[in-house]
């Protein structure tokens, strides 16, 4: 079974700050996608930044980066200059063939 | 935004009885999701469809029955609603494979 697993529950950073979303996931697969999500209180889901697994280059959307480490089965989200509009749930998702797992999601404030 | 529209957008309704959220989409995307999200489980999927009459389980299926008779819309059907299946219930499409989802803006279901 695949599995994603997001270890920190609530984070908090402060405005202008960087802060670091953690995702490790469980895969027998080779060609795989994974995904970030955010999740304001309006309860929209988000895409926030997406990775192929068979790229090394780590993606980048303007203030969210990414840092994938294939072999560890990692993929932690970096948020730069946090803003107060980041404040959300954040989900790490994995994508193969049909089907897409989510993480348990992390809680992210933001403090003014 | 993705052309996705979940109904109802919030319903109440009793243990035992049958209840069916609908999934409408203009896209023509051929993946459609159906997910349950709780707290602490984050988003877990109950079915999912990757084609009209074409559908599988997913890790959540009991008490769940789905249907695809045309592209754009996938209905969730619980036959006969427990109070364990309250929760926010989204849909979620798909263009194809290795790529991200989209997703409705939610049903919240409660059953009493």
């Known amino acids: 079974a695949q599995t994603v697993t997001q270890s920190q529950p609530e984070m908090s950073v402060q405005e202008a700050e960087t802060v670091t979303l953690s995702c490790t996931y469980d895969?027998?697969?080779?060609?795989?996608?994974l995904f970030w999500y955010k999740q304001p209180p309006s309860r929209q889901m988000i895409l926030v930044i997406r990775?192929?697994?068979?790229?090394?280059q780590n993606a980048t959307e303007n203030r969210f980066s990414v840092n994938f480490q294939k072999a560890a089965k990692s993929f932690s989200l970096k948020i730069s200059d946090s803003q107060l509009g980041d404040a959300a749930m954040y989900f790490c998702?994995?994508?193969?063939?049909?089907?897409?797992?989510f993480g348990t999601g992390t809680s992210l404030t933001v403090i003014p | 935004d993705a052309g996705i529209t979940q109904s109802p957008r919030h319903k109440v309704t009793e243990t035992g009885t049958p209840v069916t959220l609908r999934c409408h989409q203009t896209?023509?995307?051929?993946?459609m999701y159906w997910y349950r999200q709780d707290p602490g489980h984050g988003l877990r999927l109950i079915h999912y469809s990757y084609g009209v009459k074409d559908t599988d389980k997913g890790e959540v299926s009991d008490g769940y029955s789905v249907s695809r008779s045309k592209t754009e819309d996938f209905l969730l059907t619980l036959e006969s609603a427990t109070s364990s299946q309250t929760s926010v219930y989204f849909c979620?499409?798909?263009?194809?494979?290795?790529?991200?989802?989209?997703f409705g803006q939610g049903t919240r279901l409660t059953v009493v």
């Open positions: 990775q192929e697994a068979y790229k090394q």
């Open positions: 998702a994995y994508e193969a063939g049909n089907q897409f797992y």
């Open positions: 895969t027998s697969e080779s060609d795989y996608y």
């Open positions: 979620a499409i798909k263009r194809q494979r290795n790529t991200e989802a989209f």
């Open positions: 896209e023509n995307h051929r993946y």
